[in-house]
Nanobody, 125 residues
């Protein structure tokens, strides 16, 4: 069973940067699509980015395109989310997810069956 643990969240000023990490247990990590989602208070969880098992294919939400980068290091069983030019509207609980069984479009929550607990990102001056 894959387990995911996020880290790297915190308080950052508008225009600043953060890099989130998601460490996965399990030997099959390199075979899974991985993704980041976020959920602001009172709102639904929304898709941010996904990366293929090879790392060769990525998809981003329009709201973060050009500012966020998802990448993975399979040797470390870790997927990252580099976030630049942060805005107050980026404030949310950020969670990573793993797709161990292909189901549903990769930009939807139902495509992923393993979730981490999340790490809080707050963008404020």
């Amino acid at each position: 069973q894959v387990q995911l643990v996020e880290s790297g969240g915190g308080l950052v000023q508008p225009g600043g940067s953060l890099t989130l990490s998601c460490a996965a247990s399990g030997r099959a990590f390199s075979r899974y699509f991985m993704a980041w989602f976020r959920q602001a208070p009172g709102r639904e969880r929304t898709f941010i980015a996904t990366i293929s098992w090879s790392g060769g294919s990525t998809v981003y939400a329009d709201s973060v395109k050009g500012r966020f980068t998802i990448f993975r290091d399979d040797a470390r069983n870790t997927v990252y989310l580099q976030m630049n030019s942060l805005k107050p509207e980026d404030t949310a609980l950020y969670s990573c997810a793993s797709q161990t069984t292909p189901t549903g479009p990769l930009t939807t929550t139902r495509a992923y069956d393993i979730w981490g607990q999340g790490t809080q990102v707050t963008v404020s001056s």
